[in-house]
């Protein structure tokens, strides 16, 4: 099998789904037409919030996030740039998804394969009866066709799995080889914070496909890696990727609010993206089972999009706007969610929390 064309960078593996000539034409026209957006249309962001910017604010009284939203969308440059993100954004998942219809028996046959080998490294635990919480079964989120969690053909779906791939691996610039950047960044910031943690067993909570839980196999290489999702064809796809590069993960489906795993099972338990995806009560709920589900000593992390703390307007505008536009319709609410009240709240001491990264998107809470 020939490996087909990636972008600069990024590398392939047995799992990723091969476009035709004419698939990658169009796929690669939609990912260049989205960075150019990015680069020379998005930008009249900051320019028009400088003109509307006198007018919301009053003196001692910063504008509303609903007073901001009316006055940026109601500029004729805004509304532009809104219909181009918003079109070339499902233009994105269509190409992708067009493509990986056409392949879909190959992608099935070869996670089969890795899931009934004799020699596979991880495991993988698939459970029916799951319900997926209403917050990802009411909503594509973020405008993804079928979500994460709807299998597309009768057994051993994988689409889910492979359209993420192929979007958030090969679609966005700057993920790494496999889209595990994040998870480089994240495992190297905990052992830097945490010298003495020397975990045994890892949860990664909300792992889609596996990018983030990967570099934790090398980060933490003594360690025993278990990966959950709700989304069967997320994990399909996930567990086969994971054999295809070498890594041994056991993944199942579980709800993260109520898993099935003993109280005390985890010393280290992290998450990638997984909050403003999910409704207050669930985030609370996912802290408390995060906390159950640790060793006294565990730690909890979290990378997600940063709290209103210092938050430019700006980029307060365009997160509100992903919420209303973009199918992430918890993003404002995540975003206003204090992380140390909720942890407290479950058990954990504040005092004790750590914070940084990028933007100061880290947190962690040491039990
Ligand atoms: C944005 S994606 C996470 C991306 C992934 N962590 C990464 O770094 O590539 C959010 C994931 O959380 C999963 N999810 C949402 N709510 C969940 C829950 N209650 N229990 C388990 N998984 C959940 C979704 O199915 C989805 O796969």
New binding site residues.
């Given amino acids: 099998m020939t490996e087909v064309p990636l972008r600069a960078g990024q590398r392939w593996h047995a799992m990723m789904p091969q476009p035709d000539h004419d698939e990658m034409a169009r796929q690669t026209f939609v990912w260049s037409l989205r960075q150019e957006i990015r680069k020379t249309v998005e930008p009249v962001i900051p320019a028009v919030y400088k003109k509307v910017a006198p007018k919301v604010n009053k003196p001692g009284r910063p504008a509303t996030i609903p007073e901001l939203r009316r006055a940026m969308q109601s500029e004729p440059q805004i509304q532009m740039w809104s219909s181009l993100r918003r079109s070339t954004w499902e233009a994105q998942w269509d190409a992708a998804g067009l493509a990986i219809e056409r392949d879909l028996g190959r992608l099935i046959d070869t996670a089969r394969r890795y899931r009934d080998s004799n020699q596979k490294l991880g495991s993988l635990e698939l459970d029916p009866t799951v319900v997926t ?1 209403r917050y ?1 079964s009411e909503i594509e989120i973020h405008v993804q066709p079928g979500g ?2 709807v299998d597309v053909t009768e057994h051993d779906d994988v689409f889910a799995g492979a359209l993420w791939d192929r979007v ?1 691996t090969v679609g966005e610039p700057d993920r790494g080889e496999w ?1 595990d950047l ?2 480089i960044a994240t495992s190297s910031w905990i052992k830097e914070q945490f010298p003495d943690l020397k975990p045994k067993k890892i949860l ?6 596996g ?2 839980t990967l570099p934790y196999c090398d980060a933490f290489p003594d360690a025993e890696i278990h990966a ?4 069967a064809p ?1 994990l399909r796809y996930g567990h086969a990727r994971a054999e295809a590069l070498g890594k041994k993960v056991h993944f199942s489906q ?4 109520k898993t099935r795993f003993k109280d005390g099972s985890f010393d280290l338990i992290f ?4 909050f403003h ?2 409704s207050r009560t ?1 985030v609370e709920n ?1 802290f408390r089972e995060g906390y159950r589900l640790l060793k006294p000593g565990g730690v909890m992390f979290l990378d997600d999009i940063p709290d209103r703390n210092g938050m430019e307007q700006t980029t307060s505008f365009f997160f509100d706007w992903m919420t209303h536009n973009a199918a992430e319709p918890f993003i404002n609410g995540w975003i206003d969610t204090d992380r140390h009240a909720v942890a407290e709240r479950v058990g954990f001491d504040r005092k004790k929390a750590k914070q940084g990264g990028p933007q100061n998107r880290f947190f962690a809470f040491r039990k």
């Fill in positions: 919480p990802n994460y969690h958030y889209g994040p998870g990664d909570v909300g792992c889609t496909i990018q983030s959950i999702d709700v989304g997320v579980q709800d993260a609010e998450s990638h993206l997984l995806e999910t669930g996912i």
